[in-house]
């Protein structure tokens, strides 16, 4: 499925993204992953938060510890 319209990427581009060390949106920006739009951003902090619960990367706490509280 596709995650972000804006890049073309899917919900499995992105669970790759994340198990290669991306633990934030802005990580995953700089995957070429969403950062247009930002229509994505909420599945995108969704599917951290998803790999963060499920104890397979521990999220950024550097620059967004501010997102992470608004999405949980
Ligand atoms: S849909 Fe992802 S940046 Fe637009």
């Known amino acids: 499925m596709i995650v972000c319209l804006c890049q073309g990427v899917s919900d499995r581009d992105v669970r790759t993204a ?10 995953l ?11 994505c ?6 599917m951290i938060d998803e790999a963060a619960r499920a104890g397979r990367i ?3 706490q550097a620059c967004c510890a501010d997102a992470a509280l608004a999405y949980a």
């Open 29 to 39: 920006e700089s995957r070429g992953i969403g950062g247009d739009c930002r229509g």
């Open 18 to 27: 994340i198990d290669d060390g991306a633990t934030c949106v802005g990580q």
């Open 41 to 46: 951003e909420f599945a995108l902090e969704c």
């Open 58 to 60: 521990q999220r950024c």
